[in-house]
């Protein structure tokens, strides 16, 4: 069973491009999170998607950013426009229906550098 | 706001010494408690956590955590440090108010062990 899969690993992007970063939840997991980590800072909540519905996206910047989960195929978060402010680790984790984190297992992250 | 606080961004020890890493959370509901470890250039790995039940958690490695509502702690301890276990060390809360939904993490501290 292989874990959260990530990509890509590493991502440059110049300013006012767009970036996509795609997570594969683990197999029979249907609830997926995205954390954003800053330089020398903790991880922050995004968005909690399930199959086909946002559940929370109160960590979400408002504008630029956005995250869908389809029926079929990875979990997208999508950043339009990019700014050096993005440049950040972003960790995607996947959970078994109605166990949230207390069985989430992490990806490895997308690490973005916006030049 | 839920929040946690990890004393302390680095914390040295020598091979072979107590491991102590310190968090304190607020919140007047006791939440689900975690701690994660991250190597460099890594996602985040479940050391252990805290639901319900025994307040003396074992987790991986040889970590253990202790739960103690009156202190608001959930501090991380090992007897013996190994070279190994150099990482960065991320305690994190699940708050009841989010239906245990997020986890709120504190800004890390990481572990440096010398020979």
């Known amino acids: 069973n292989a874990g959260v899969m990530q990509n890509p690993r590493h991502l440059v992007r110049r300013r006012g491009q767009e970036a996509r970063l795609r997570c594969s939840p683990m197999?029979?997991?249907?609830?997926v999170y995205w954390y954003r980590q800053l330089p020398e800072e903790g991880l922050k909540f995004m968005v909690y998607l399930q199959k086909e519905n946002i559940i929370d996206e109160s960590g979400m910047p408002k504008e630029r950013f956005s995250a869908e989960f389809p029926k079929e195929g990875p979990s997208i978060l999508r950043i339009q426009q990019v700014v050096r402010g993005d440049s950040a680790a972003y960790f995607c984790a996947s959970s078994p229906p109605d166990r949230g984190p207390t069985e989430a297992f992490f990806g490895q992250g997308t690490r973005l550098t916006v030049v | 706001a839920q929040s946690v606080t990890q004393l302390g961004s680095h914390v040295s020890v020598s091979e072979g010494a107590l491991v102590l890493l310190r968090c304190n959370y607020s919140?007047?509901?006791?939440?689900?408690l975690f701690w994660y470890v991250q190597y460099p250039n890594q996602g985040l790995q479940l050391l252990l956590k805290y639901t319900t039940g025994a307040t003396l958690v074992k987790g991986i490695n040889g970590f253990e955590a202790e739960f103690k509502k009156s202190e608001t702690s959930f501090h991380l301890t090992k007897p013996s440090a190994h070279m190994s276990d150099a990482a960065e060390y991320f305690c994190?809360?699940?708050?009841?108010?989010?239906?245990?939904?997020?986890?709120?993490f504190g800004t890390g501290t990481r572990l440096l062990v010398s020979p």
């Open positions: 919140s007047s509901v006791p939440p689900y």
């Open positions: 994190a809360v699940s708050p009841m108010n989010t239906g245990f939904q997020k986890l709120v």
């Open positions: 197999k029979g997991h249907s609830h």
